[in-house]
Structure formats: structure tokens, C-alpha cells
């Protein structure tokens, strides 16, 4: 089942801001040109009480008024009116839109439906208390609340390029979520925070996974830690649903980050994720966009995940017509192919040492987690 | 910042005549590593778990102290002290050079807060801004008047808050300043600085 509706686009700090709701228009376009795209399923939008779950009344009092053009001089202190996550008129209600999306996923899952693709959400650092890095509400963590209230064990797999840091620290003392975030080392690359030692506490203690990546880690590498952790994580926790957070900003033409992982990867990543769902979560799996700053590489990551996620065999050109529309109003070339040419980047010298630091990160991440985890 | 602003206080003591056995146990029960000695109101020395342990085992090349059961036989006498309006690296800089590892902060000859070194890299997480949401930059500046201003006016004027900004001199006449920013765009940031003549170390530019 796919969820979407128009209004997700409503989500839009503005023309020159990276976190645009052009790459839906793009996606939706090329899965109607490619002739796959069945109507989907339209959300209600989250209601302030749902939102109130995981984020302050202060915080949403001021995402409310924020919306209407009030401007109270402490918008900043609740990460509101910045340069990354300015104010618009009709912030709150776009958030809820997005936030409605991602909770109706969970409602049809606790409903028996198995498979659960939302074409929007993924805003993964929103906090309790505060708006970050382009998120104001955390659809992710109120989807998840509705599945724990439900009884459900939810393990919350999270690839986007930067730490999933707003879901963890929401759940960090609870038993009954998994949260596993594999991202570029926050050393350098905002949140900062995804270190290894972050593991939980109380209850929550050695079920909150980070592990940092080395800038310029690539699909072999990434691929290797993935499919070492995520099966050993999820078979110990024994989830009742997977929530994937499948930011396509790990991508080499992402202009915020340095993963470079390839469309190959993705198609690899999408179709394990699939198999881990049947393995470990009876089949349950919730699925949302995230971030993604190259059109023209996020457009094609998540028109992957789409195929995948429907069994469709993989087109290899895009439609001629959706290319030429696109490049036009783009003003620039777009890759002609669903995957990225072979040899697309420079060789990076420092491959093998870069595999080692992963290796040892993830090394040091099973050692400190797995007291806690295997029991 | 300043040492009272990174001390813990009320401080736990002990007097001169307890047991180095009830000191040991205190330090134990509490978690902590040291223990001013003070008599009638008067800081009079400082005793760690170290000392005890050294003093008491058989492992001491010198031999356990004969005899020696309580504080004031063990204690040091001359204690190194701080007053809460030093600047934190003023009392870093004297632990580092003394390897010690606590300055008890007095304040009109009375015992108000005591400083460690864990308390020290508190005061260090808190000065690089980890525990904000932020991006990370490092640029290399030349040693000279107006440079960093140059940084944050640029910073400024697109809209990015400055976290933290941390600077330490190089060598070759350039100064190193490591800057959280309060923005998933470091990149752009970083290509931006560069067209602007900035030598910036991180984030890298890409080869493509």
C-alpha cells in the first residue's frame, strides 16, 4: 500500500531551500510516465493532539503561531527561524499533513496490511522540544508511538546520510523500540551526535544503535556493515514492524554529504530491507522518504524503493518526455538512466583503510551493545 | 568561563583524625577520587584514593606505612588551590603542570567547590558546542588582524548561528578555527568560503 497526497508539498521553506517539494512533483511525474504509479491512498492529516505524543505543547504552541506570522522572540531557542528550518505561513498544518501520513501507515499496519510505502515524512531530527535540520514534527516517532501504545515491538532502521538523532533521543529510555541508524560519522556532519556509545538508558539501554561511517565509505563497504548489524540486531529484538527511514542522501551526487553510495547499493539495501521484514517482523515493514538533496539522485533512489517495494521489474531508461520536460524546468541534465552509469566518480585512494575504520566501528558497536541486547 | 561555573559544591571532607579505612569507604561509596582535609573551618590537606591504596599495600616499593591509620598521616599538606573567578584553562594549565587531579576552590580562606579534571572536560565538551545540533567547520586562517571576523561576518551574513567557535594558533603564522554551525549546509557553506579565498580543511571538496 503507498500513501501519498498533493498536500505533502505544501511542506516548503521556500524556492532556494534544499528540502523541496519538487522531488515529489519529479517522482510522482516519472512513475506516472513509467505507468506504475496506482492511485494511492490519501492520508488525514495528524491532528495536534496525535503530534502532542512525542513534542511539547510550548514547541507546537509556537510552530502554531509561527504559521500564523507571529514571530515570538524565542523561536530560535525551539530551533524555529533558522537559516535550516525557517518559518512559513502554514507550517504547522503542512507538518501535520506529513505527520497524518506516516501515522495512517502505522494505523493500516496495526489493521493486518503487511506493506506500507509513505511517499513523504522521514523527519527524523525533530525533537521532543525543538525543530532541527528541516524537521518540525517527527511523523516517524508518532507513527512509532501509536504501534508501542498498540502492544507492538518497533524496530526503526534508519539509512539516511545523517544521524536519525530526533527519533533516538524520543525513545531513548524505551525497551519496546529498536532504533538502528547507520549515517556519516557525526564528527564533522550535522547532528554531530550517532556516536557508537550513544546506546540508551533505563529500559531503552543497548536497544539504541549507532553506527558512524567514514566519509567516502561507498556501496561495498556500507553494504558489508549493513548486513552484518541489521540482521544480528533484528533477529536479538525480535520487532513486530520494521519503520525504514530511507533518507537517499548517502548518495555520491548528494551536495550535503560524502557517502557516496550508489543506486546500486540502494537497489540492494531496498530488496534486503524487504527480506529482513520477512524475516524478523513477520512481514510488517513502514516505509518513508527522507532526505535527499540531488534531484536528480533522489528522484531516481526512491523511484527504486518504489519498484522494489511492488515487485516491478527495474525500467533502465527514464520516459524521453518526463527527461525533456524535467531538464527544461531544471535548467540542467538529468541522468537518463534509473541506475547511475558505471565509474561515475573519481577512485577514492584511501578505500581499504576507510573499510577497516568501519569494520572496527562496528566491532566496538556489537561489543558495547551486545550485554544488553542478547538476553 | 570560569571555575565556578564548571565546580561542584557542596564539597564532601573529611577530618584529619578519620580512619584512612572510613576514607576509603567514603571515597568508594561516593564515586569520587579525592577528599579535602579540613580542621576547625581550614582546608589542611587532600587525600585520594590513590594515596590510601599506596600507603596501605604491600606493592609500595617503600613498604606499607608502618602505623599509618588515619588521614593526617597520609594526607598532603600543601595543597594546590583554585578561587572561582579563574579561568578554567588557568586551572587546567596548573593540574596539567603539577599532574594533579583536582583543585579544591577556595574563596575568603573557605572551602566552596572543588574542580576536577572530569569537570574540566565537561567544561571542554561544552566549549567545542557537541551537545547542540551543528555541523562542523575547519578552516585555516592567517595569523592576523581581521581574519575571524572576516569568518563570522561571512558566516552572518548567510543567515548560519555560530554553536561554537574554537581557535588555536599553527604553525607557519596560521590559526586553525573550528566552528559548529547550526546547519545540515555545511557543504555548500564550505564551497561558498572557498569561492571567497577561504582555505577550508573541512569539510573536503569533492573531486567531481
Known amino acids: ?375 | 568561563m570560569l571555575v565556578r561555573d564548571v565546580m561542584k559544591g557542596p564539597v564532601l571532607t573529611v577530618g584529619p583524625e578519620v580512619t584512612l579505612e572510613d576514607a576509603y569507604g567514603l571515597l568508594l561509596e561516593k564515586g569520587i577520587r579525592h577528599l579535602p582535609v579540613v580542621a576547625e573551618g581550614r582546608l589542611v590537606g587532600i587525600i585520594t584514593d590513590r594515596d590510601i591504596r599506596l600507603a596501605t599495600s604491600h606493592l609500595n616499593p617503600k613498604g606499607p606505612c608502618p602505623g599509618c591509620t588515619r588521614v593526617e598521616e597520609v594526607m598532603t599538606r600543601e595543597v594546590v588551590t583554585a578561587h572561582p573567578l579563574d579561568p578554567v584553562e588557568e586551572a587546567a594549565r596548573v593540574m596539567r603542570e603539577r599532574k594533579i587531579g583536582c583543585l579544591p576552590v577556595l574563596e575568603d580562606g573557605a572551602l566552596v567547590g572543588i574542580v576536577t579534571g572530569i569537570d574540566l572536560l565537561d567544561a571542554l565538551l561544552r566549549l567545542t558546542g557537541v551537545t547542540e545540533p551543528s555541523g562542523r567547520l575547519e578552516v585555516r586562517l592567517p595569523d592576523r588582524v581581521g581574519e575571524l571576523a572576516r569568518l563570522t561576518g561571512f558566516l552572518a551574513g548567510r543567515g548560519v548561528n555560530i554553536h561554537s567557535l574554537l581557535s588555536y594558533p599553527e604553525e607557519g603564522e596560521f590559526v586553525r578555527a573550528v566552528v559548529r554551525v547550526n546547519t545540515l549546509e555545511t557543504h555548500p557553506l564550505a564551497e561558498a568560503l572557498r569561492r571567497e579565498g577561504f582555505d577550508v580543511l573541512w569539510p573536503p571538496k569533492k573531486p567531481w
Open chain 1, 1 to 375: 500500500m503507498v500513501i501519498y497526497r498533493e498536500e505533502y508539498r505544501l511542506y516548503n521553506f521556500g524556492p532556494d531551500h534544499p528540502f523541496s517539494p519538487v522531488r515529489l512533483e519529479m517522482l510522482t511525474s516519472l512513475l506516472q510516465a513509467l505507468g506504475v504509479w496506482r492511485a494511492p491512498l490519501s492520508p488525514p492529516e495528524a491532528s495536534r493532539e496525535e503530534v502532542l505524543w512525542v513534542h511539547s505543547e510550548r514547541l507546537v504552541r509556537r510552530v502554531e503561531a509561527a504559521s500564523r506570522g507571529e514571530l515570538s522572540p524565542d523561536l530560535e531557542h525551539y530551533g524555529l527561524g533558522t537559516g535550516d528550518t525557517p518559518v512559513f505561513p502554514g507550517m504547522d498544518r503542512a507538518a501535520r499533513v506529513l505527520v497524518g501520513g506516516t501515522l495512517e501507515g502505522a494505523r493500516r499496519i496495526l489493521a493486518g496490511e503487511r506493506r506500507v510505502l509513505q511517499l513523504g515524512g522521514g523527519l527524523h531530527h525533530a525533537q521532543y522540544d525543538r525543530a532541527s535540520g528541516f524537521c518540525v514534527y517527527n511523523d516517524l516517532s508518532v507513527a512509532i508511538r501509536h504501534m508501542t501504545r498498540a502492544g507492538l515491538r518497533v524496530a526503526y532502521v534508519d539509512i539516511d546520510v545523517h544521524h536519525g538523532d530526533g527519533v533516538q533521543w524520543i525513545h531513548y529510555e524505551e525497551g519496546e523500540v529498536l532504533t538502528l541508524s547507520l549515517h556519516e560519522s557525526g564528527r564533522y556532519l550535522f547532528p554531530g551526535t550517532g556516536h557508537v556509545y550513544e546506546i540508551g538508558r533505563g529500559a531503552g539501554l543497548g536497544k539504541k544503535l549507532n553506527l558512524p561511517l567514514e566519509p567516502f565509505t561507498e556501496d561495498e563497504s556500507y553494504l558489508e556493515v549493513f548486513q552484518a548489524l541489521v540482521p544480528w540486531a533484528l533477529k536479538a529484538f525480535r520487532p513486530d514492524v520494521l519503520v525504514v527511514q530511507a533518507g537517499a542522501d548517502a548518495h555520491y551526487l548528494d551536495p550535503l554529504a560524502d557517502l557516496l553510495l550508489t543506486t546500486r547499493a540502494y537497489e540492494r539495501l531496498f530488496r534486503l530491507l524487504l527480506e529482513y521484514a520477512e524475516a524478523y517482523a513477520g512481514g510488517r515493514v513502514l516505509f518513508t522518504l527522507g532526505g535527499g538533496y540531488s534531484l536528480d539522485a533522489a528522484v531516481r533512489v526512491w523511484a527504486l524503493l518504489y519498484h522494489v517495494f511492488h515487485g516491478l521489474p527495474l525500467p533502465e531508461r527514464l520516459p524521453e518526455g518526463w527527461l525533456s520536460t524535467w531538464e527544461a524546468r531544471l535548467g540542467k541534465p538529468l541522468t537518463p538512466t534509473l541506475h547511475d552509469p558505471e565509474g561515475a566518480y573519481p577512485e577514492i585512494p584511501r578505500r581499504e583503510e576507510i573499510a577497516k575504520r568501519n569494520r572496527l566501528t562496528l566491532q566496538r558497536l556489537t561489543e558495547l551493545v551486545a550485554p544488553h541486547l542478547l538476553h
